[in-house]
């Protein structure tokens, strides 16, 4: 083999080293990332499936109900349009209260229940994940024009 063509193979070893490497980066990346979708998103079918991913919203007055082994906890997440039913097994935050912002990360299973492996609360009176809030924003306005909007609870004029 010519020096030159020795040049040529570490040049090509070195490109095939890179590109694998790169692969892997990409490959990781894409393992962790996970997306945040609404309700609304989730019950139109643009969730995937089988992924990991975070849902947002309010949880819903009246709806959570724990399970005799003091761990699991269920809970409907709502974006004011549509509801999504969630289950978590742990202990939640002590920020967590029904009527208030929480995003959960989970899968979703095949009977349409959210099961949350996470579940994230806000934290102060003024703060809401934009993701959530903007979220409840588009979902009021894309309400007012649908005839399935949820009506609030008893006693509540609003989210």
Do not use: C, W
Not at 47 to 55: D, E, L, N, Q, V
């Amino acid at each position: 083999m010519t020096p030159r063509h020795k040049r040529f193979a570490m040049i090509g070893l070195g490109l095939v080293a890179l590109g694998i490497a790169a692969a892997l980066v990409l490959n990781a990346f894409n393992s962790n990332l996970v997306f945040f979708f609404t309700p609304t998103q989730i019950a139109n079918g643009e969730a995937p499936k089988g992924r990991s991913f975070r849902i947002g919203g309010l949880v819903e007055a009246g709806t959570l109900t724990r399970e005799g082994d003091g761990l699991t906890v269920h809970f409907i997440v709502t974006d004011t349009v549509k509801r999504i039913p969630v289950t978590y097994k742990g202990i939640l935050p002590d920020l967590f209260k029904e009527g208030k912002g929480a995003v959960a990360q989970g899968q979703l299973s095949t009977d349409g229940t959210f099961i949350a492996s996470e579940v994230l609360a806000k934290h102060d009176e003024n703060y809401m994940p934009p993701e959530a809030a903007e979220a409840i924003e588009k979902a009021k306005k894309a309400g007012a024009q649908s005839s399935n909007t949820l009506t609030p609870a008893p006693g509540r004029t609003g989210p």
